[in-house]
């Protein structure tokens, strides 16, 4: 079992950005308000994350580590219109079989808080949190020197866990996010309602002022939405780390939906060819396939023809606003 989770492990945790991406998303389906994100040496030593979410009851930390154990769907027919970023329930297994996980939460009706470290004892024990849940992961790839030997620099995997991180914090201005990394404060960005809050994140985050260079999007189109920013084409020039997009409030890496935005700046990119972009594609649950990859950043859609059309058509529009 140990070696099945192992294998399963190589899908799910890449490297720490995938553990701070994982980590995330479960915060955020617990209700989070706040997100706490801590890394040294690029996550290499240790990675902690912190919510104030619903936390786990006692009885249930032993589940919350166990393989395909979800608290977020209970039928085939919820997966078809799933809303959490979790739905899978390998992730914490995952992460555990390849690292020292401990896993710290009080019950939003619990007296105390409880913890859990499946590599040294299945019970829980009381342990001090004054609320929501608490990830500590060490000692990464300790015990597979092979997967270990993968990893690179500290620099190059903490620019890994800014993307994971910025990627999640883009995805609900709502939340409040903060990422300390070998002791420095690295992002700190506050719950934000209203459009100027929006952007004002959307340039912490990005950067480069992408906030006096972008243009609003925001069209609608048989039962779609995209809506946020593309950089004008003049500020687009070599970011390929600078485009994010989302599916239904899931942030995903998609061919059909990059390539719809591309092509919309063809002519004007000449050869500049990573335009920066913040877009939100929202649609019916049931249209699109989230479970297409272990590690939910790939979708497929029902209909890629479509969301393609639809994507092209709207960022076109909003770069033709901006020409005119
Ligand atoms: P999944 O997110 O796909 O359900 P995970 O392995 O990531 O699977 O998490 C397993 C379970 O542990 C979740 O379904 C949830 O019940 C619980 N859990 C994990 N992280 C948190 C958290 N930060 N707050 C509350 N519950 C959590
Ligand atoms: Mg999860």
Request: glycine share 8%.
């Amino acid at each position: 079992d140990q070696l099945i989770s192992q294998i399963a492990a190589g899908e799910v945790v890449e490297r720490p950005a995938s553990i701070v991406k994982e980590l995330m998303e479960n915060s955020l389906d617990a209700g989070a308000g706040w997100i706490h994100v801590t890394i040294e040496h690029g996550g290499l030593r240790r990675i902690v994350v912190a919510d104030d979410g619903n936390g786990i009851a006692r009885d249930d930390l032993g589940l919350a580590v166990a393989r395909h154990a979800t608290s977020k769907i209970d039928s085939l027919d919820a997966l078809e219109s799933v809303a959490s970023l979790g739905f899978r329930g390998e992730a914490l297994a995952s992460i555990a079989s390849v690292s020292q996980l401990t896993l710290t939460s009080r019950a939003v009706d619990a007296d105390r808080a409880y913890a859990i470290t499946p590599a040294t004892s299945a019970e829980p024990r009381p342990a001090a949190l004054d609320r929501g849940t608490r990830v500590e992961v060490r000692e990464l790839f300790a015990r597979i020197p092979a997967r270990r030997k993968f990893l690179r620099a500290p620099a190059t995997e903490f620019a890994h866990i800014r993307k994971a991180f910025n990627q999640l914090a883009l995805s609900r201005f709502d939340i409040g996010f903060v990422l300390h990394h070998d002791g420095t404060e690295v992002a700190r960005i506050a719950p934000a309602h209203g459009p100027d809050a929006m952007q004002q994140r959307v340039d912490k985050l990005i950067g480069g002022a992408f906030g006096d260079h972008a243009v609003a999007v925001d069209e609608q189109a048989a039962g779609m939405r995209l809506s946020g920013w593309i950089a004008t084409p003049g500020f687009s020039r070599g970011q390929a780390d600078r485009q994010y997009s989302y599916v239904n409030h899931r942030p995903i890496r998609d061919k059909v939906f990059n390539h719809g935005v591309r092509l919309a700046y063809r002519d004007l990119l000449h050869n500049q060819r990573h335009p920066a972009y913040v877009l939100y594609l929202t649609l019916d649950a049931r249209q699109v396939d989230v479970n297409a990859h272990p590690a939910k950043a790939e979708v497929r859609f029902r209909e890629s023809r479509l969301v393609h059309d639809f994507v092209f058509r709207s960022v076109g529009r909003a770069l033709a606003a901006v020409e005119a």
